[in-house]
Each structure stands twice: as C-alpha cells, then as structure tokens.
C-alpha cells in the first residue's frame, strides 16, 4: 500500500514568489493534516482535511497559506507571496479517523532566500 | 505552556542499556496518545499507540498516566538503529501536538 507521498521534497524560490505545495493521502484516509516544522521548534498544527472540507484551520500562519482539498482526495498548500520566516519542513499526514494514528509523508523542505 | 513537553536530551546510552522517556500534557481533555520517532531529516514515523492499560511491541513499553497527564516510553535492550529523536504526541479536538522530541544517542 502506498504511503502519503509529497511533492516536492525541496523547494528554493525567492521571497515573493509563489509556491505550491502538493500531498497524496494514504488512499481511503479522509482525514488530511498540513504541519509545519520550523528551524529548532516543535512541528506544528496548520489544518485538518476531513474529506474536502477544512474541519480546523486555526493553525494557518495568515491569509498568504492557502490549503485546498479538492474532490477529497490530494490537498495542495499554496503560498502566496512567500516570506523569509516561511522557510522550514512541511508535512502532511493522514488518517482513516479522527485521533487514529495518522501517517506522515516525507516532507517537503522549502527555502525562501 | 506548551500543550506537550518533553526533555530534549540528548540521552547517550551504551548499547543493551535501559532507557525511558517522559512526557508531560496539559490538556486533560486530550483523547490519545502516540510516540513516534523520527530520523535526521526525515518524516516522523508511529512508533506506537498509547493506552492507559499500557502496551508493549518487542522492546517498547508505552503507558499513559491520566492522572498525572504524562505518557512513557521505555526501550529496552538498546540498539544502534535506537538512535532517533522520539516525539511525544497527543490529540485533542482536530489537532495532533507534538512535543520537541527527546533525542536518543546509542553508542556501541
């Protein structure tokens, strides 16, 4: 069975620009989590997914992170114009439910220089 | 105050030793409880569910307190392929929180 995978696993853009973030669940999971690690913290809550509406999206930093879960299946992160402090790993996990264990995708690492 | 705290560590440990982590929560209206662990540069990976009853896979025992709201993580008999951060981590209403970690160091 295949995992939650994400895409890409780097990013480097230029503060400013735009960059789109992308997460495939674990097929037939509908619960959908977007976390983000920044450099020495704890990783970090941004939004929960369940199915294709946002059930908690007390985490997002401010209206320049966008999350869209579309048909409920991959979720897209989009940040538009980045920042500087944007920088770090973000995750994506999923679940079959609320509070099961959830599993995490690789990561993707992003940079805004 | 954070909602899941743990000691960073690192603890260095020989090879074959003991080890417990702890982790304290101050939610008490938290419903469950994980450890994962996660490598360098790496996504976290479950290592194990937490329960009251406590639960045990191999050479991990982990038990969550709900009184004192703490859960530990023991190992026994350390291996090399040990070393790792274990990240504590609760849930409660939509949210997975995850402690800093607690880096583990096993040496030969």
């Known amino acids: 069975e295949a995992g939650v995978t994400q895409f890409p696993s780097h990013s480097v853009i230029e503060k400013g620009q735009t960059v789109t973030l992308r997460c495939d669940p674990i097929s037939g999971h509908d619960n959908l989590y977007w976390y983000r690690r920044v450099m020495g913290k704890e990783i970090k809550f941004l939004l929960h997914?369940?199915?294709?509406?946002?059930?908690?999206e007390s985490g997002m930093p401010n209206n320049r992170f966008l999350a869209e879960r579309t048909g409920g299946t991959y979720s897209t992160l989009k940040v538009q114009p980045a920042e500087l402090e944007d920088s770090g790993v973000y995750f994506c996990?999923?679940?079959?439910?609320?509070?099961?264990?959830?599993?995490f995708g690789q990561g993707t690492r992003l940079t805004v220089v | 105050r954070k909602e899941v705290e743990q000691d960073p560590g690192p603890f260095n440990v020989p090879e074959g030793a003991t080890v417990a982590f702890n982790c304290t929560y101050s939610?008490?209206?938290?419903?469950?409880f994980f450890w994962y662990r996660q490598d360098c540069r790496k996504e976290p990976k479950l290592l194990m569910s937490?329960?009251?009853s406590g639960n045990e896979d191999g050479r991990f025992t982990a038990q969550l307190n709900r009184a004192s709201q703490y859960i530990s993580l023991l190992i026994r008999d350390s291996k090399l392929s040990d070393s790792a951060t274990y990240l504590c981590v609760g849930y409660n209403f939509n949210k997975f929180y995850f402690g800093s970690g607690t880096k583990l160091n096993v040496k030969p």
């Open positions: 997914f369940v199915k294709e509406s946002k059930q908690d």
């Open positions: 939610n008490s209206a938290s419903q469950s």
């Open positions: 937490v329960y009251s």
């Open positions: 996990a999923s679940s079959q439910e609320r509070g099961a264990r959830a599993f």
